[in-house]
């Protein structure tokens, strides 16, 4: 038999809505009866930010005091998490840890090991030793010198004290600090190029001299770069106060094939600064060969220098040609008038020959009319020069240099030899003056009658004192040796004992 509720539909719904009233109280209280308890946060304490001089642009010193009297249980710190704002601009990354101190009544002075970046404008300062935070009313305070902020304007700040087991969070504090507009103008680097290496030989650095200067009036630190477009570049790290100024050479490496004219680019963040700069090609050796007609002495001799431009590797324009006989062989070069000189070759045509020179004994330079390419792919550049007297036979050494018309560098060079015999006279050396040789006049092998005109005079010796050092006199000092000494060259003494044979002879 079914029992059936014989009270009203409202009297029912009463009942219901009081009995679950009743549950729900009895499951609230048995929770809370069983042992759930609430967690405790982290205990905020006071936190006062100052900063010095607080200005935007420059370097500035945050004291962050933190009063600990609200922390009630003692906690073990080892890191403090330090939050500048990230919209002040504060590159906490950019901050030693020799800028950091941390001092309390209770904790000491711990030394700080490491600074780390967690993010943007938040520095985690890590002390050498945990240290207990529960000061009882004292002040824990936090030093940071050298911050530069970059923005300016109000802005919040705040410390956490991290737990040296979990790494939780047991006690904070908050505030704000103020940024004023930067009385200093920010650091800016100039650049100005003062002195270059150029022009340079291919293989042979390119440097350049730049003065950094710092027109700012904060010291900043700055990679300065040079680029020489096509050859490469280099780089140095400066590091300048504000006003401060500093040269710096930086340079880069050329090779062979690498002439020609660059853009030099010295450049700081700031500015930059340009010039031109030149490589220039190296000096090539080339097969030289030399001959002589007839190759005799006491003769007029001419000479052909064949000189193979195959090796040049760059243009270069030339306009003397430096030709040396070798001083031991006796010519005369300043005797070499120009007409007896000539210039050819397949690509430089025959141009004139302005005026010869003597740069030193036994050396001829030859100055072109006009200028012509070394370039001549597997051409000659021929130098003929007739008419030239060597005062020695044997074997002597020659070599012709190219200099280019704007330095007056050697661009190429050649070396041969050749040989002179001794002349069908074969008794005596070659004329010392005019076109007359000496003449032994008694047959003693002495050759006192200097000027060739069968005459023994004071004229003689007059001409072979101005002459005793010629190369015609020194190579053959043995006809010379007038004064009987065992010597190889001519001497004051041999100017002297002739002349004593002059006044023996009138």
Do not use: C, H, K, W
Request: charged content about 25%.
């Amino acid at each position: 038999m079914v029992r059936t509720d014989q009270r009203s539909i409202p009297e029912r719904i009463g009942a219901v809505t009081v009995t679950a009233v009743l549950l729900l109280s009895v499951v609230s209280f048995g929770g809370l009866s069983g042992g759930i308890a609430a967690q405790e946060g982290p205990a905020e304490g006071p936190l006062t930010t100052d900063v010095q001089p607080g200005d935007a642009g420059v370097e500035n010193d945050f004291t962050f005091a933190f009063n600990a009297s609200e922390i009630s249980d003692e906690r073990s710190v080892l890191d403090i998490r330090i939050n500048f704002s990230e919209v002040s601009g504060v590159d906490a990354s950019a901050i030693a840890e020799d800028d950091v101190t941390i001092e309390g009544e209770d904790t000491g002075t711990p030394s700080v090991d490491a600074t780390a970046e967690a993010a943007p404008g938040v520095l985690v300062v890590t002390s050498s030793d945990t240290f207990t935070l529960d000061n009882e009313g004292g002040v824990l305070t936090v030093n940071v010198s050298g911050v530069e902020v970059s923005n300016e304007g109000t802005f919040d700040s705040e410390v956490e004290f991290l737990d040296d087991e979990e790494g939780d969070v047991i006690a904070f504090g908050s505030d704000q600090y103020e940024i004023g507009e930067g009385s200093q103008n920010p650091a800016a680097f100039d650049v100005q190029i003062t002195d270059t290496n150029s022009p340079v030989t291919a293989g042979e650095p390119v440097t350049v001299d730049a003065e950094i200067q710092n027109t700012g009036d904060v010291s900043a630190t700055q990679t300065i770069d040079l680029t020489v477009d096509g050859l490469g570049s280099d780089d140095v790290t400066v590091s300048l106060d504000g006003g401060q100024s500093t040269t710096e050479t930086l340079s880069v490496e050329t090779a062979e094939g690498d002439a020609g004219t660059y853009t030099a680019t010295v450049a700081s963040v700031d500015a930059s600064a340009s010039t031109t700069v030149e490589v220039q090609a190296g000096t090539t050796e080339g097969p030289l060969t030399t001959e002589v007609s007839p190759g005799e002495t006491g003769v007029e001799n001419t000479f052909t220098f064949a000189f193979n431009a195959s090796e040049i590797s760059d243009e270069r324009s030339v306009l003397d040609i430096r030709i040396d006989f070798d001083e031991a062989s006796g010519v005369d070069a300043a005797a070499i008038p120009e007409d007896d000189v000539t210039i050819e070759g397949e690509s430089t045509g025959t141009p004139g020959v302005d005026a010869t020179a003597e740069a030193e004994s036994g050396v001829l330079v030859v100055t072109s009319s006009d200028t012509f390419t070394l370039d001549n792919e597997d051409g000659l550049v021929t130098v003929t020069i007739s008419g030239v007297e060597v005062g020695a036979d044997g074997s002597f050494a020659s070599e012709i240099e190219f200099l280019d018309d704007e330095e007056g560098d050697v661009i190429a060079f050649g070396t041969d030899g050749y040989p002179i015999d001794e002349g069908e006279s074969g008794d005596g050396p070659p004329p010392v003056v005019g076109d007359d040789p000496p003449q032994d006049l008694n047959g003693d092998g002495l050759y006192r009658d200097i000027d060739g005109d069968d005459e023994f005079t004071i004229g003689d010796v007059q001409l072979f004192f101005r002459n005793r050092n010629s190369a015609v006199v020194q190579s053959n000092a043995a006809a010379f040796n007038f004064d009987s000494e065992a010597t190889v060259e001519v001497t004051i003494s041999d100017v002297q004992a002739l002349f004593l044979d002059s006044l023996d002879s009138e």
